[in-house]
């Protein structure tokens, strides 16, 4: 197998490693300030402003890529939109060389991060970045602006080597990886098609290198019953006791899809690789009325191979076959979608890009780099199923991404800059910084 690398000066090498421990403070420092953010859904602008601003120190010229519906909604990958994206544009960024002599890259990571759930169960506050034994704590730390972090110190180490990239380098902050990925959709459709696509999150408590990862498909289903008084309960229709009924069919669902034939052979060693969960639940008006309207939250996983479209069908199946339910005493029920609709993808690990990231992080950590079959999705796979571009994750460790006291080791985070700079040294070439 041909080297996937071009070959880096010994000099460089060791100068752009020097300048990745000098950065190392600012490192912790940058990530603090994008971790001060909470840029939920909707909320995410003040950290993009960050990002534009420190894109922009680094002598780059950084634009916003608005996700536009109208240009997008009937492109493959799309998924439907849970708010409006007026003021929330994404922010990119590009490097151009004087001559090239390597391949392009795209290093990309969202600043969007799930809410916090109950603040008075964390140890400090979310929004507070907080250090305790060498790990930083914090909503969002690990998932995944940490990575993101990584990213554009490895791009700030080159420089401060003296060097830049032989080869065009795009950088980009996203929105929505979280409920849509519309933002990573935008951003493959306005930037110019890149050689290899890696983006930096984390791993499953340890760095890891992605090679599959599932879909998911965001549904919505609401259920109408009759309201009464309790004093006349059995001649009402409870619409929370009928949505228990269809809790229990996606149970059904689920243990269906995770029948060792339904599995794609990436997720063999998986037990149960297919979750559907209930995220959300409103309903009732009053604790002495029968309630009238119940609506679940559900995220359904989708198996690679099984496309998003036929899981939305099956659901929608599921759902009026539930309507005929005698338990549902007559109880009417509909489903939406909104969020999304997302397939699952395969990053071989024989792939240029994944062969490079594995064998850097040998080189610089002495340890092999272990393979992650992800039950989550990530923005990596528009590039590999819609682009026909390399794409694969490789990020820091993580620790309670999405729960409480989420974290981030620091000293991964800094083997992880380290990684990166190498891997934009040998995949794109180096030049002398211009000046």
Known sequence: MTDTLLPIDPGARRAILDACGELEDETVRLLARLARHRSVLGQEQGCL????????????????????????????GFSPPLIPYDGRDNVAAIHRPRERRGRSLLLQGHVDVVPEGAADLWTTPPYEPDIRDGRMYGRGTAD?????????????????????PAAELQLAAVIEEE?????????????????????????PGYPALYVAEVGVVWAWVTVTGRPTHVRDMQAGVNAIDAA??????????????????RRHPAFAAENHPINV?????????????????????????????????????EIEALV????????????????????????????PPDQAISRAVARLHADVTGADLREYTALGLTDARFYTLY?????????????????????????????????????????????????
């Open 244 to 261: 228990f009924v269809l809790v229990e069919r996606f149970r059904a669902y689920e243990n269906a899809m995770n029948r060792a034939e």
């Open 49 to 76: 402003d960050d990002v534009q601003e420190v894109l922009s120190g680094l002598g780059l010229r950084p634009f916003p890529v608005p996700v536009e519906v109208g240009r997008l909604q009937s492109v493959p």
């Open 320 to 347: 009026e076959e539930a309507g005929a339910d005698p338990r549902l005493r007559g109880a009417r029920v509909g489903v939406e979608f909104a969020g999304f609709m997302a397939d699952g993808a395969i990053f």
């Open 277 to 313: 969960n209930v995220g959300t639940i409103e309903g009732g008006e009053w604790n002495s009325s029968v309630p009238t309207r119940a609506r679940i939250g559900l995220r359904v996983g989708v198996m690679p191979g099984h496309p998003a479209s036929e899981v939305r069908a």
């Open 179 to 203: 409920c849509t990925g519309n933002g990573a959709l935008a951003v493959m459709h306005a930037l110019p098609k890149p050689d290899a696509c890696l983006i930096p999150e984390p791993g």
């Open 144 to 164: 995944m602006k940490a990575g993101l972090v990584a990213a554009i110190t490895a791009y700030r180490a080159l420089r401060l080597a003296g060097l830049q």
């Open 387 to 435: 682009q026909g571009t390399e794409a694969t994750c490789y990020g820091p460790d993580s620790d309670n991404i999405h729960g409480i006291d989420e974290s981030v080791g620091l000293a991964s985070v800094h083997d992880v800059t380290r990684v990166l700079a190498l891997t934009v040294a040998g995949w794109c070439g180096l030049e002398k910084l211009s000046t």
